[in-house]
Each structure stands twice: as C-alpha cells, then as structure tokens.
C-alpha cells in the first residue's frame, strides 16, 4: 500500500546514515544510564518490572571511541555540505528513534515527549483524537482500524472497522509503530486532521477529514441474554476497564447469570495488570500468568481464592492479542473457559514503559509471558477448542448492520457449547 517516491540517493542516505550513527554514539549509553538512575520513576504499564542488571557484553562490543570520532566527522561534513534546512530538535528526536530501530523489534521504540503524553492519555481512557480503537496487524505492521466510537470525528467521517490507516496529514505511516501512528492523529480539541485509509471491501484509498474530540472509551459493553446467559464484551484493557467488567458480573449475577460469554474478539491488548484484575474475580487461588526475563527471572501474577463457579466461554479471534490473549489462557488452563472462535494473534512478549527526565520515554519488550500451565504463545497464538470460521468481512458486517446476537455465529456456538 506504500506509494513510491521518487529521491535524490545521495542526500536522503547520507543524512539517514548520519542518525543511526549519531544514534548509537548518544543513545546506547545513555539508555543504560538512564534506566539505572531512574530507577524510582519506571512505569510498569504493562506488567513486571525492569530486571536487575546484567551482561552488557553487545554493548561494550562496540568502540565508543571510534564511534565518537567518526559520528564528529560525519556531523561536521552533514553541517558544511547539506543543502536544506536542518531542524536540531527534530534531528535529536530521530537520533533517538534511529537507534531503537535497529533492533528490529516493533514493540521496543523512543517516544518524543509529545508521543509519550498522548499514549498516557490513551491509557487512561480518555484522550482528544479522532475516537478509533486500532491494532497492529502481525503480518504487515500496518494499523488496522477494529472500532469507531459513536459520538466520535471518525464516526462523522465514514471510517469503519477493517480500514487501514495508511497517511495523517498527507505522511506515509505505513512503516511506522502504533503508538506513533495514534501520536500523529491525537491533538488539541476542536482541531482538525486527515486521515488517509484503504478499504480492502471497496479496493481503495479515502481521505477522511476528522475534528479531533475529547472521547471517553468505553471498553465494556454487557447484556443479558436469553436462558440466563450473560454476555460482556471487552474491546482492550486500559484503567477503568477491571472497574467496568468486575461491576458487570456482579450486575448481570444479580440479574439470575448461570452462564457467561466474553467477548475477546478484536481486542489488542493493553495493561496487563488490569486483565490480572479481572482475572482474579474469576478465578481460583493460584497463578494467573508468569513472565520470564532474558536472564531466566520469573514473577507470577497470583489470583486469590474467590472465583466464578459458572460456565464460561471466551471468544477469540485473530485480533485478540497479548493481554487478551493472557486472558483466554489463563481461563482456558484452569478449565474455566472454553475458547471459540478462529486462532488469536501470538503476542506473547511483554514490554515496560519508561518515562524519561525530558518528558519523553522508552517502550521496551524485556520478558516473555506464559499461561499457568507454561505455555507461551508468541508468534503462533492460541487454537480455539471450538473453531467457528467467520470472516473479517462477515464479522465487520455484522458490526456495522446487524449486532443482534442471533445472526452473530460465534456466540451462537459458543452459547451451545455452554448447554452441554
């Protein structure tokens, strides 16, 4: 979906060159360094904590000194030889990004100050932008829309599950990670953006032009169904949303519950303390998930011993990921759950988010998790006991035209499921 450009080869090389390199000097150390004099101020938003410290034989590896030297003289011909205009803030932002790009891990990156505000402001629940919960798709990292909000500037402006965000503000953002992506759409309320999708149903690119609102995520929606099932949809994990789901079980049991459906569907994740959270509710005395860091370190995450003695089914799709994918696992090896649906996503790694003195931050992965039973499921995703084959295009439908939960032929099985 990327369009060509045609560049000069000269220039654009050089100057990319001249990052990473700038990169490596500056960043490496002070990576390490601040990861260790921060220490009182990392945010464990998505599980664990930073382990202790260890070998840094790959980063001592390197000549500091030639590094230094030789990113001096780059920088010295870059100052006399480049023609355009160079601005330093937006040079010192890249030479920060360039060196977590060599990792070739999507989920360890550098937040500008700017970026990290805005993913704060997702985590929370409520945030100013366009009103879209998004995913990254495992295939091609490109950003997949997954919900519109109603109320929402995207709603006003025709965006629909399943299109795929591919510009902001006429920027190629195909190559970029989530959270970057979502920095560039958030903004001040009242402003305006333009989104560039493709829409894989119509075989083309739409420009939506989108005003920027204060949106409140509602990340629970539950009902009651017939014959005492309970149903309760949960689209990611962020603050408020162990609150939401543990107040609509005990709802929906006052309201004669005997058997209850979660819906995990096209739901990518979050904070996995949250999911514990909710967990824990449903759940016996025991271990809930485990990580593992790099140096063989484990933390359990440990459930209490009050449960939900119903039977229970979670629905699942190729859209359900890490911390929903936690969820289904852990629900699964306790034999609470049975899990319906199509193969999950296979995100099994954990990251921590730390925030930096100038207002930036550092999303790193630094563990693997595990269901109870030892199972990690990175790269493969969790089979369904009980696949149901509907497609994205069926399943987008029935979200747009339908939501009566007859025609919805995953519930429909798993509500079966549920009578045996």
Not at 338 to 351: C, D, M, P, R
């Amino acid at each position: 979906m990327q369009e060509e450009r045609k560049s000069n080869k000269f220039l654009p090389g050089f100057f990319a060159g001249i990052l990473v390199t700038l990169g490596i000097c500056f960043v490496v150390v002070g990576v390490f360094f601040i990861i260790t004099i921060n220490s009182s101020k990392l945010s464990m938003l998505h599980t664990g904590a930073i382990p202790g410290t260890g070998s840094t034989e790959e980063v001592d590896s390197i000549d500091w000194d030639e590094v230094s030297k030789k990113s001096q003289t780059i920088a010295e011909m870059l100052n006399q030889v480049y023609m355009g205009d160079i601005d330093p803030e937006a040079m010192e932002q890249n030479i920060y990004k360039g060196i977590f790009s060599s990792l070739n891990d999507p989920y360890t990156v550098y937040y500008t100050p700017e970026e990290y505000a805005k993913m704060m402001e997702s985590d929370s629940g409520v945030y100013c932008g366009a009103g879209v919960l998004v995913t990254q798709l495992s295939d091609s990292n490109l950003v997949q829309i997954v919900r519109v909000y109603d109320g929402s500037g995207a709603k006003d402006a025709g965006m629909q599950p399943g299109d795929v965000i591919v510009k902001v503000n006429d920027e190629d953002v195909t190559a970029l990670d989530l959270n970057s992506v979502v920095a560039l759409i958030r903004g001040e309320e009242g402003t305006w953006v333009k989104v560039t999708i493709y829409r894989e149903s119509e075989k083309k690119y739409i420009d939506c032009n989108l005003q920027r609102r204060v949106v409140t995520a509602e990340s629970v929606d539950y009902k009651m169904l017939d014959d005492g099932v309970g149903y309760i949809s949960v689209s990611q994990f962020d603050e408020p949303t162990d609150e939401q789901f543990i107040a609509a079980v005990e709802k929906l049991l006052k309201e004669g519950m005997t058997s209850l459906v979660i819906d995990m569907r096209d739901n990518p994740g979050g904070l996995v303390d949250v999911a514990v959270k909710m967990l824990d509710r449903l759940l016996p005395k025991g271990v809930i998930t485990y990580t593992e860091d790099k140096y063989g370190n484990r933390s359990p995450y440990n459930s209490d011993a009050t449960e939900l003695n119903i039977p229970m089914a979670v629905l699942i799709n190729g859209n359900s990921a890490s911390a929903s994918e936690i969820f289904a696992g852990a629900l699964r090896d306790y034999d609470k759950a049975v899990l319906v649906g199509t193969k999950s996503f296979g995100k099994g790694i954990v990251q921590t988010v730390i925030p930096l003195d100038d207002g930036s931050g550092i999303k790193i992965t630094f563990a693997k998790y595990f269901s109870p039973k030892g199972t990690n499921i990175h790269g493969s995703g969790f089979e369904p006991d009980v696949e149901v084959k509907m497609s994205e295009e069926e399943y987008r439908s029935f979200r747009l035209n339908s939501l009566d939960p007859k025609d919805d032929t995953v519930l429909q099985e798993a509500i079966k499921n549920l009578r045996k």
